[in-house]
């Protein structure tokens, strides 16, 4: 194979991954609450990382972090994962899938508008286009079809849902004042975050739950969402000799969560789903073709 080939297998394996969460995120609650979703799924997380780290041969490195880096990542740890997969998982527990998982797919819009006053960035028109496309398509899902009543479907889990696309987005922004390689920066956010969730665990739900299947959702949860996907997606930006290429795979993702959602979750899809889904989609898109050049570094934190 060659070397842009192997970055498509593995931009695609990251998207196949990532277009089953939605539906694990769902199965999973339905055994146990988001606080205890989340425990259980950051310690498989910080497990697998952990060993892909070891495979990878970069945890000499970690001895070398500075103590100005170990305080960034135990600053982004309570970001991610603490708060964006709780408020995320919350989100899905009171949204249908079908729901959610288009909601929060628009982190890149959000990101964008951020970047204004934290990184100094300027919005351009297509900017503006991109943003009012992406936004028509949440008011389509969140009303059910019907934008102009306003009334929502589930207000506080469409706010959870948006609010999870600002701490996700101020996640990365801030993750840029890391100096540490990404794998091991988010390694050690996983790691300084789990103590936190642990706590709030316990003086909350505590640590028992419904039944044996929420840990199995859990484990896949760490494992692919917040692990090997991530690792997959970050092999596909070093191999690919252009980055735009692979960053348009990640448009496949939705669109294959919302038939898994129909067949695995059971869920009868919503025409204002589809429709807010590809408005959000092309909003996404446009604001990608506005970029004469996408940099590795920025796929890279996706």
Excluded: C
Excluded at 233 to 244: G, Q, V
Aim: no cysteine; charged share 10%.
């Amino acid at each position: 194979m060659t070397r842009q080939s192997r970055a498509y297998l593995f931009g695609l394996m990251a998207v196949l991954l990532w277009s089953t969460v939605a539906t694990a995120f769902k199965l999973s609650l339905r055994h146990m609450e988001p606080i205890q979703l989340l425990f259980y799924a950051s310690i498989a997380s910080v497990l697998v990382m952990l060993l892909i780290l070891t495979l990878q041969g970069h945890l000499p490195s970690l001895r070398l972090v500075s103590r100005r880096d170990l305080w960034i990542a135990a600053g982004l740890g309570v970001l991610n994962p603490f708060l964006y997969y709780w408020v995320l998982f919350r989100a899905y527990d009171l949204l249908p899938a079908q729901e959610a998982q288009p909601l929060n797919y628009t982190w890149a819009i959000t990101l964008s508008i951020l970047a204004v006053p934290l990184l100094k960035q300027h919005l351009r028109r297509i900017d503006l286009l991109a943003i009012a496309i992406s936004y028509s398509g949440i008011l389509v899902i969140a009303t059910h079809g019907q934008p102009w009543t306003l009334q929502f479907s589930n207000g506080l889990g469409v706010l959870l849902a948006l609010a999870s696309t600002v701490i996700w987005s101020l996640f990365w922004i801030f993750n840029t004042r890391s100096r540490v390689e990404p794998a091991v920066g988010l390694f050690l956010s996983f790691l300084f975050g789990l103590p936190l969730i642990a706590l709030v665990t316990a003086v909350t739900t505590g640590f028992t739950i419904r039944s044996v299947e929420g840990f199995y959702g859990a484990a896949y949860v760490g494992l692919f969402e917040m692990g090997i996907a991530f690792v997959f997606w970050l092999k596909a930006m070093r191999l690919t000799e252009n980055a735009s290429r692979i960053a348009n795979l990640i448009f496949l993702s939705p669109i294959l969560s919302l038939f898994l959602i129909h067949f695995i979750v059971g869920e009868d899809i919503h025409w204002s789903s589809g429709l807010g889904l590809l408005l959000i989609i092309a909003g996404n898109g446009i604001q990608q073709l506005g970029r004469r050049k996408i940099p590795k570094e920025a796929l890279e934190q996706d």
